[in-house]
């Protein structure tokens, strides 16, 4: 197992997350499988894995505690916990200290190594950085207190929500936790975000490695492309090389449902085999050709803003048009429309085709307006 250094700890490169847990649902979520958890997180506790991540509202609310009851059979300097604080959810802010205690008692924990504020993005930034709610008071007083080691944030938002959220808490912040992959590394700006984190000095931990399975199995050609430069690496392997070619992450998460996952990718993380350049010009390559044909081709060049009557931020809506129809769905694009009012919304698009009579790129955008919409109701 590869280790990397945080502050005055040796953290395994690859963690554990608890997002996707082998259950026994007919759902696919509830009730957990708590003796196949048992054993994976056996086996990767023997085979150096020593970071495990949860949530709150992960299995409905099922994770903390399983992983919590498995965990304290183990000496508690044997592994680091994390777990966060679900302000995605707006009717949590001012229950902080509710909610905090609780996740102790679900997890039976006197403390967390590393805790979160949970999916900063457009909507809950705000809130977030609303002192009335007193969130960050209470959690650095809990970090004072030794009940959490370290703070960091995980971010689904725009960049610009990042970045305030960093202009605001960015001092108290010692890691942040970021959607980071070949695919995303252009699709959602994470190249930016990286940039960003570099110039604070803050660690990058990565969730979404595989993009939810979707970097797992890609194109027959594709695939011949990859194998051609390193026959022996498996295909989710390259994903993984992608992130190791970062310095600057430190924290690679993997919610892995299965022994079989377990396995592959603790022997991936066995090695650092960051990619090279030609190396990263085939994969960054790869993935436009992933998107292309897939998305709108938005150049972000504004002219259509500067003639909607509606003042609708297109360029913005069609990014998030485009990750949701890519993705086929989702909860990124709902969460950044959700925190829109009614009037800027695609709903509010009146088809006038304004934008259209100057888009350099042809974009049918009423078209994608009108099809959004309907996505998303």
Known sequence: MIYKKFKDLELSSLGFGTMRLPN???????????????EMVEYAIKNGVNYFDTAFGYHNGESEIVIGKILNKYPRDSYYLATKFPGYDLSNMDKVEEIFEKQLQKTGMEYFDFYLFHNVYEKNVDPYLDEKYGILEYLLKQKENGRIKHLGFSVHGSY???KKFLDAYGKHMEFCQIQLNYLDYKFQDAKAKIELLRECNIPIWVMEP???GKLAKLSETQEQKLKA???DESIPTWAFRFLQTFPEVTMVLSGMSNMEQMQENIKTFEESKPLNEEEMKTIL???DEMLKGNILPCTACRYCTAHCPKGLNIPELLSLYNEHTFTGGGFIAPMAISALPDDKKPSACIGC???EAVCPQQLKISEAMKNFSSLLN
């Open 24 to 38: 026994k649902g007919i759902n696919g979520d509830t009730p957990i499988d708590e003796e196949k958890t048992a």
């Open 160 to 162: 610009s929500v990042m």
């Open 210 to 212: 595989i993009r939810g």
């Open 229 to 231: 430069i390193r026959p």
């Open 285 to 287: 390559e790869i993935a």
């Open 353 to 355: 085709k304004s934008c």
